[in-house]
């Protein structure tokens, strides 16, 4: 990636805090980031961020976040994941 270590500190900052309120909004569930990839432009512009639900190590989740606009654009979600934390709203 082409970017400073500032940047990538501030990419990574900006995209942690989309993905804890993602989670919180969306599932009502606190989950904790340990690893951050940020893609190249040419590959994609996401954020890869992976971590688990807060107190439940074993839950680990994957998540994508654009880093041009700062939304979700992916996700990966442990088995049982949305039968024991359904979504909080209808999505469109």
């Known amino acids: 990636m ?3 270590a500032d940047e990538q500190e501030e990419i990574i900052r900006k995209a942690e805090q989309v993905g804890i ?11 904790v980031f340990t690893k951050f990839d940020i893609d190249a ?18 839950q680990e989740i994957l998540l994508l976040v654009s880093y041009r606009t700062y ?3 992916s996700g990966l979600y442990p088995e049982g994941f949305f ?3 359904p979504p909080l709203k209808e999505s469109n």
Request: proline share 3%.
């Open 2 to 4: 082409n970017k400073s």
């Open 21 to 31: 309120q993602y989670f919180k909004e969306n599932y009502n569930v606190d989950v």
């Open 41 to 58: 432009p040419h590959v994609s512009s996401d954020v890869a961020m992976y971590g688990h639900i807060k107190g439940e190590e074993d």
């Open 71 to 73: 939304e979700v654009t």
């Open 83 to 85: 039968e024991k934390h």
